[in-house]
């Protein structure tokens, strides 16, 4: 346990980090080498990568028709079900999310406009491993169909066989993904991102991943031909808020199920009472002991954080401190206080809402910024598939009303071509037989 009032500036720093890479600087050069390889041999570097870490005997990145369709018909019925009815209600929500356009005079024949339109390529990046999740599959490609992307493609890691998860396969189909490519990590990144091939360029990159995807995405989104990214969404993280009337037997659960995602995950605990400390503390070890994936979780509830604070207030201070993925609410007038609670990707108020439900089938997306970045970025939304733009359009009277106006700025910049630009069109207009074109 720790106690926060007792903890100096620098120590309550260091109660907050996130576990962190025992070498930084060597995971940056190892997926800077990943992303060279891929950009100067395509194909053949991501073959090389994939063969390593995942399947030897891999001869096409490229998943056949035949075998996505042999795999999608393998998925239980009620396995299927369950993805339809999370499917309905992701894209529900998603739909709710289109933007309007704006078309407003902001001044006398100044006609201004912001419009929407879909990217035209995406490329999502499913993990795989120890957990394949189809529910990520729903996550990312139910906006790219409703947002109405024309590409859609999917890169996921294969077994040792050289297949998919069958849940991702069936998932796929039912969003409308139209390729699947057989690779994961840095490499499927890479090759998204500047195209191989095989993998068509894509625009922007989506999708979680390990800190070989993070660090990969964050660097191909440096560079001009590369791709732009999502977000920076890396190893999972759950705080859960609670006081002392909070269910130890729910906290524990919430806190073990982000766990389970991977070593690196990290759970936090940030309470007023010692009591239910202890308590989930007793009860993280009964269920720890139930679970399938209770060797990865134990790993990770090593990085667990157990803070004591003088109260609620100081609670949700060290809350919006940590800006966590996803964050529990298990206090006493919850929504009361949901205005106190400033950076968090998702939110799960009260006890009956277990970060599962936004995982899987709430509607909401679990793509969602780690790391602390929730301080500045958002979830996944519908517009993050889609580019905004502008229009303006002048009218004669618009530019002779507006122009004055323009010049003034351009020359007080010293911009006399921008100034320029606009005096050829005012003195056309007080000579009118010197052009020859229609005036409105």
Request: proline content about 5%.
């Amino acid at each position: 346990m720790i106690n926060w009032s007792s903890l100096s500036a620098n120590e309550q720093q260091a109660a907050l980090a996130r576990p962190a890479n025992a070498d930084a600087a060597g995971l940056s050069a190892t997926v800077a080498n990943i992303v060279e390889a891929v950009k100067a041999r395509g194909d053949e570097a991501i073959l090389e990568y994939t063969r390593k870490f995942d399947c030897p005997t891999l001869q096409n990145l490229v998943l056949s028709d035949s075998d996505w369709d042999k795999l999608a018909a393998q998925v239980d019925e009620s396995v299927k079900q369950a993805l339809i009815e999370a499917y309905d209600n992701i894209k529900a929500f998603h739909s709710a999310q289109m933007p309007d356009s704006v078309v407003m005079d902001t001044t006398q024949g100044v006609v201004c406009e912001q419009h929407y339109t879909a990217l035209e390529s995406v490329g999502l990046y499913v993990p795989g491993g120890t957990a394949p999740l189809p529910s990520t599959v729903l996550m990312l490609g139910i906006p790219a169909t409703v947002a109405g992307c024309p590409r859609r493609i999917l890169c996921t890691p294969p077994n040792n066989s050289g297949l998919i998860a069958p849940e991702i396969a069936y998932a796929a189909k039912l969003c409308g993904v139209q390729k699947i490519f057989l690779c994961g990590g840095a490499q499927a990144i890479a090759g998204m991102a500047y195209g191989t091939q095989s993998i068509p360029k894509a625009d922007k990159l989506f999708g979680p991943g390990n800190s070989f995807v993070t660090e990969a995405k964050q660097q191909v989104s440096q560079t001009p031909e590369g791709a732009a990214i999502d977000m920076p969404a890396g190893p999972s993280e759950v705080l859960v808020l609670a006081d002392e009337n909070a269910n130890p037997v729910f906290v524990a659960a919430d806190l073990l199920s982000q766990a389970e995602h991977g070593h690196d995950s990290q759970a936090v605990l940030v309470t007023n009472s010692s009591a239910l400390i202890g308590a989930v503390k007793r009860e993280v070890d009964n269920q720890l002991a139930k679970l399938a994936r209770a060797e990865i979780t134990a790993k990770a509830m090593q990085h667990a954080r157990y803070i004591l604070t003088d109260s609620v207030a100081k609670a949700i201070d060290v809350s919006n401190r940590y800006a966590p993925e996803h964050l529990i609410v298990q206090l006493d007038d919850a929504v009361a206080l949901l205005p106190s609670i400033k950076n968090a990707g998702s939110i799960f108020v009260g006890p009956w809402s277990p970060e599962s439900a936004g995982d899987y089938a709430s509607g909401t997306n679990h793509v969602l910024p780690t790391y602390g970045y929730s301080k500045n970025h958002s979830s996944l939304g519908l517009v993050d598939f889609m580019r905004r733009y502008t229009v303006q359009t002048l009218s004669q009277t618009g530019i002779r009303y507006l122009g004055p106006t323009i010049m003034t700025l351009a020359k007080s910049e010293g911009l006399t071509a921008h100034e320029n630009a606009v005096k050829v069109r005012l003195d056309a207009l007080d000579n009118k037989d010197s052009w020859s074109g229609k005036y409105d």
